[in-house]
């Protein structure tokens, strides 16, 4: 018996059970994301898009911890017992994938989506327009450049956010020194503004 439950949906107590011989169940305190399965072979396979949340600037320890306290707000303590011998138990599933049981597979696929600010968009948008005015060489890594400004551009304007991924390779070549486009105020600006977004 293979039971299964995969991405966006919402749910407190939810939990998996194996059939015999199967190697224990899932008990999970809430889920809001994520996949789960449980069962001999099962498979749990998590492909969601996530978006990453971040503190407000102005946010204080103590109002975030007020925030926590606030009942249906903090995290699920973990149950005190896993459902069976190898079961597994887990507080709070918010993303990513679980699974129990014997030649059990779980795999998490999903990507991290941040929200692409103005500022940025309007860096990436005048690097792009700067590009072709450099002096070219073989193995510039002004190709590299210009498509990932292309796609972040294109998600952005499309869904106002962008893939986390991205926004790190498109910093490590703006950072590295290894292209010319590197040497550009604009692309200072956009190093600088993925920066913030990614930490």
Do not use: C, F, W, Y
């Given at each position: 018996?293979?039971?299964?439950?995969?991405?966006?949906?919402?749910?407190?107590?939810?939990?998996?059970?194996?059939?015999?011989?199967?190697?224990?169940?899932?008990?999970?305190?809430?889920?809001?994301?994520?996949?789960?399965?449980?069962?001999?072979?099962?498979?749990?396979?998590?492909?969601?898009e996530?978006?990453?949340?971040?503190?407000?600037?102005?946010?204080?320890?103590?109002?975030?911890?007020?925030?926590?306290?606030?009942?249906?707000?903090?995290?699920?303590?973990?149950?005190?017992?896993?459902p069976?011998?190898?079961?597994?138990?887990?507080?709070?599933l918010?993303?990513?994938?679980?699974?129990?049981?014997?030649?059990?597979?779980?795999?998490?696929?999903?990507?991290?989506?941040?929200?692409?600010?103005?500022?940025?968009?309007?860096?990436?948008?005048?690097?792009?327009?700067?590009?072709?005015?450099?002096?070219?060489?073989?193995?510039?890594?002004?190709?590299?450049v210009?498509?990932?400004?292309?796609?972040?551009?294109?998600?952005?304007?499309?869904?106002?956010?962008?893939?986390?991924g991205?926004?790190?390779?498109?910093?490590?070549l703006?950072?590295?020194?290894?292209?010319?486009?590197?040497?550009?105020?604009?692309?200072?600006?956009?190093?600088?503004?993925?920066?913030?977004?990614?930490?």
């Amino acid at each position: 018996m293979t039971d299964r439950k995969q991405g966006g949906g919402s749910g407190a107590g939810s939990g998996a059970g194996g059939g015999a011989g199967s190697g224990g169940g899932i008990t999970i305190g809430r889920m809001t994301g994520g996949a789960v399965a449980a069962g001999e072979r099962a498979q749990a396979e998590n492909h969601a898009e996530r978006a990453a949340h971040h503190a407000g600037k102005n946010e204080s320890r103590a109002e975030r911890a007020g925030r926590d306290a606030h009942p249906g707000t903090g995290l699920v303590p973990v149950p005190a017992e896993a459902p069976g011998h190898g079961g597994v138990a887990v507080g709070e599933l918010s993303g990513g994938a679980v699974a129990a049981g014997r030649q059990a597979r779980a795999v998490d696929s999903s990507r991290e989506v941040l929200a692409v600010p103005p500022e940025l968009l309007e860096a990436v948008a005048e690097l792009r327009r700067q590009l072709p005015l450099l002096v070219r060489a073989e193995g510039d890594g002004v190709d590299a450049v210009g498509d990932e400004l292309a796609g972040l551009e294109e998600e952005a304007r499309r869904t106002g956010r962008t893939q986390r991924g991205r926004l790190v390779r498109l910093r490590a070549l703006l950072s590295s020194g290894t292209t010319a486009a590197g040497g550009l105020a604009s692309a200072a600006t956009v190093a600088e503004a993925a920066g913030r977004l990614l930490t």
